[in-house]
């Protein structure tokens, strides 16, 4: 079953009454329990799948589907909506709400879907064990190092047990070592949890740990290969 | 909503001395708005109690039009039943009086005058010109309502040039419409709060009144205190059923001094304006502050509704911070209030400096501020109106802010 189904997606922007093309017909799909990478050099259009998949930005021609959802007639309540019950985000600076604790930002997206005090706080502690940070959870993200930040951005992307997660150059803003283990974790979340990951990437090393690649370049799917369980 | 109110109480802090820049300025506004307001209170308690002191009393029982023509044909025989009825109600104090306007005369000069007939007292518990009369050696309350002596104001002897123990000449229009004379002597000075009414008012015994004036034991009006301001409205009611004699009526306070009321809510009123115009200026103080703080926040936001925050919730959020640092003003504002006004409450503002003035309004030398629950109250809607008013556009740019513009900004 596709999770993702993204048919002949076009994206030029306009900038000074020059076209510029970003994505030039994509198709993508992606199906339920994958650990897919989008890879590519910078400008190939990865972030614009990224956001056009995730209803953050439309895309100019093409349709997108998320969980059988089309979003292309859907209005900013209801894209926020499909955001909130369908796609986790981890973003490349972490993005945690600095304002709250590492347990309150797990726990502020089911508090947006109206889940209750006790679930909530049960499920997140739950989840911030999943990524090894069960001893962190009432610092707020200014106390965390880097690793830690983007793990606590992984546990409130997958606490609401979303259909897919989303997840644009994860490991840019980390060292080798820590990209590598935060990688892994990913991946071990995908194997035990069976979450289904769609990531941006220049990284050779996340590369190295994707099942699936979708090589972009110049907005263009140029090569998809897949490998088997490592 | 709980938890957006919990992160706006949380953004606020995140830029301490900012938040507390806005806080002062909420905080200097209410303590201004709460002292002057508890000023004004004071001035004008002060200013219709020495009325009611002086002269007026809470009700007065008189016939329909004494008030704007003092004249003798005006007066009236005290039913037995009204006055046993009067003395029935508890903590209800009552005296009769003769009132009509004459003039004086000194060797020096004459004065226009309305001269009070007085039982000595039964006045004493219906006004304070026993207080307000020096008691010395020279200087004294009147004793006998039927003796030919007279308390003038302290300002009345000096412009005729008189002293107590002097004689001076009354003369009034009599029962028959003719002018009578008689000498009187003056027993004692009075000073009242009110400068008006010290240049105007002299006060004799009733019974001597009414005998130069032929009108036997009639009165022209019976001056009344209640237990309490507040029940002047609703004895005032009682009274007029107790009154039998056509034509003779019972009017509050409020009712004779219609200009003393006009005044009062004519300051009150002053100072809600003063108000609207210093919370103008902290609706702009704080929309400016929110602004920044949602500049400075742009990427937060954008990741927020990134992950499913709807734009009215962001709006909401918005909204709590603002009314966060109203209510964080509020009540540092009320505290410092209290603070101030509650010692000076009790020991009072001395103006004795600018003391002519103040017998000009009528308030007295020492000011007394008053706060009151409605005070508060108003204070209350001013805070949350003002902050809801200031927060409206920064919460619209919040609520309106694209995610992937947010999170392409740097």
């Known amino acids: 079953?596709?999770?993702?189904?993204?048919?002949?997606?076009?994206k030029t922007y306009e900038s000074n009454g020059?076209?510029?093309?970003?994505?030039?017909?994509?198709?993508?799909?992606?199906?339920?329990?994958?650990?897919?990478?989008?890879?590519?050099?910078?400008?190939?259009?990865?972030?614009?799948?990224?956001?056009?998949?995730?209803?953050?930005?439309?895309?100019?021609?093409?349709?997108?589907?998320?969980?059988?959802?089309?979003?292309?007639?859907?209005?900013?309540?209801?894209?926020?909506?499909i955001r909130l019950t369908k796609i986790g985000f981890v973003f490349q600076a972490y993005n945690l709400i600095p304002v709250l604790t590492a347990i309150e930002n797990v726990e502020y997206v089911l508090l947006l879907q109206g889940v209750g005090k006790k679930e909530r706080r049960d499920r997140s502690v739950n989840?911030?064990?999943?990524?090894?940070?069960?001893?962190?959870?009432?610092?707020?993200?200014?106390?965390?190092?880097?690793?830690?930040?983007?793990?606590?951005?992984?546990?409130?992307?997958?606490?609401?047990?979303?259909?897919?997660?989303?997840?644009?150059?994860?490991?840019?803003?980390?060292?080798?070592?820590?990209?590598?283990?935060?990688?892994?974790?990913?991946?071990?979340?995908?194997?035990?949890?069976?979450?289904?990951?769609?990531?941006?990437?220049?990284?050779?090393?996340?590369?190295?740990?994707?099942?699936?690649?979708?090589?972009?370049?110049?907005?263009?799917?140029?090569?998809?290969?897949?490998?088997?369980?490592? | 909503m709980k938890t957006f109110f919990m992160i706006g109480w949380r953004n606020l802090w995140r830029n301490k001395r900012r938040s507390l820049v806005v806080i002062s300025s909420v905080a200097l506004g209410i303590f201004a708005m709460l002292f002057?307001?508890?000023?004004?209170?004071?001035?004008?308690?002060?200013?219709?109690?020495?009325?009611?002191?002086?002269?007026?009393?809470?009700?007065?029982?008189?016939?329909?039009?004494?008030?704007?023509?003092?004249?003798?044909?005006?007066?009236?025989?005290?039913?037995?039943?009204?006055?046993?009825?009067?003395?029935?109600?508890?903590?209800?104090?009552?005296?009769?009086?003769?009132?009509?306007?004459?003039?004086?005369?000194?060797?020096e000069a004459s004065r226009g005058v309305m001269i009070i007939g007085i039982d000595p007292e039964r006045e004493k518990s219906v006004t304070k010109i026993f207080d307000y009369t020096k008691k010395n050696e020279k200087s004294a309350y009147l004793s006998d309502p039927g003796r030919h002596d007279i308390l003038i104001s302290q300002t009345l002897a000096e412009k005729l040039d008189l002293l107590t123990g002097d004689k001076l000449v009354l003369m009034v229009k009599g029962h028959d419409k003719e002018i009578v004379g008689m000498a009187f002597r003056i027993k004692g000075l009075f000073q009242s709060p009110l400068d008006s009414f010290d240049k105007f008012v002299v006060f004799t015994g009733i019974t001597a009144l009414q005998e130069i004036v032929g009108i036997k034991d009639r009165i022209s009006e019976i001056v009344i205190r209640t237990p309490h301001r507040d029940l002047v409205d609703e004895i005032a009611v009682r009274i007029k059923t107790f009154i039998k004699t056509p034509g003779v009526t019972a009017m509050t306070w409020k009712e004779m001094a219609p200009g003393l009321m006009k005044a009062v809510i004519l300051f009150d009123n002053m100072m809600y304006i003063f108000f609207a115009i210093i919370f103008t200026t902290v609706v702009f103080s704080i929309a400016n502050t929110l602004i920044m703080a949602?500049?400075?926040?742009?990427?937060?936001?954008?990741?927020?509704?990134?992950?499913?925050?709807?734009?009215?919730w962001i709006g909401a959020m918005v909204m709590f911070e603002?009314?966060?640092?109203?209510?964080?003003?509020?009540?540092?504002?009320?505290?410092?209030?209290?603070?101030?006004?509650?010692p000076l409450s009790f020991s009072g503002i001395d103006f004795s400096f600018y003391a002519e003035s103040m017998r000009d309004w009528g308030t007295g030398n020492v000011i007394y501020p008053v706060m009151k629950t409605r005070d508060l109250i108003v204070c209350g809607i001013i805070v949350l109106t003002t902050t809801i008013a200031a927060a409206i556009y920064p919460a619209i740019k919040a609520a309106r802010i694209k995610p992937l513009d947010a999170l392409h900004h740097v």
């Open chain 1, 127 to 230: 989840v911030l064990e999943q990524v090894g940070l069960s001893d962190q959870v009432n610092r707020r993200p200014h106390e965390l190092s880097g690793g830690q930040q983007q793990r606590v951005a992984v546990a409130r992307a997958i606490v609401s047990e979303p259909a897919i997660v989303l997840a644009d150059e994860p490991t840019a803003n980390l060292d080798q070592k820590t990209g590598a283990k935060l990688c892994d974790m990913m991946r071990d979340l995908n194997e035990q949890k069976h979450i289904t990951f769609l990531f941006s990437t220049h990284d050779s090393m996340v590369m190295e740990r994707a099942r699936r690649l979708i090589h972009l370049i110049d907005g263009k799917v140029v090569k998809e290969e897949s490998k088997g369980k490592k």
């Open chain 1, 1 to 10: 079953m596709n999770i993702i189904e993204a048919d002949k997606i076009k």
């Open chain 1, 18 to 81: 020059l076209s510029v093309t970003a994505l030039g017909g994509v198709d993508v799909a992606v199906k339920k329990g994958e650990f897919t990478a989008l890879a590519g050099p910078s400008g190939s259009g990865k972030t614009t799948l990224l956001n056009i998949i995730g209803g953050l930005d439309a895309p100019t021609s093409g349709s997108i589907k998320v969980d059988n959802v089309d979003l292309a007639p859907l209005k900013a309540k209801a894209l926020a909506e």
């Open chain 2, 294 to 312: 949602i500049m400075e926040r742009f990427r937060e936001i954008g990741v927020m509704k990134s992950i499913g925050t709807r734009p009215s």
């Open chain 2, 322 to 342: 603002s009314i966060n640092l109203g209510i964080a003003g509020m009540i540092a504002g009320i505290l410092m209030t209290m603070i101030v006004v509650i």
């Open chain 2, 36 to 107: 002057s307001m508890g000023f004004m209170n004071g001035m004008n308690r002060q200013m219709v109690e020495n009325t009611i002191s002086t002269s007026l009393g809470h009700v007065s029982i008189h016939y329909k039009g004494f008030l704007d023509d003092m004249k003798l044909e005006k007066s009236f025989v005290p039913s037995t039943s009204l006055l046993d009825r009067l003395e029935s109600i508890q903590g209800l104090a009552f005296a009769p009086r003769v009132k009509m306007e004459g003039m004086i005369r000194s060797s």
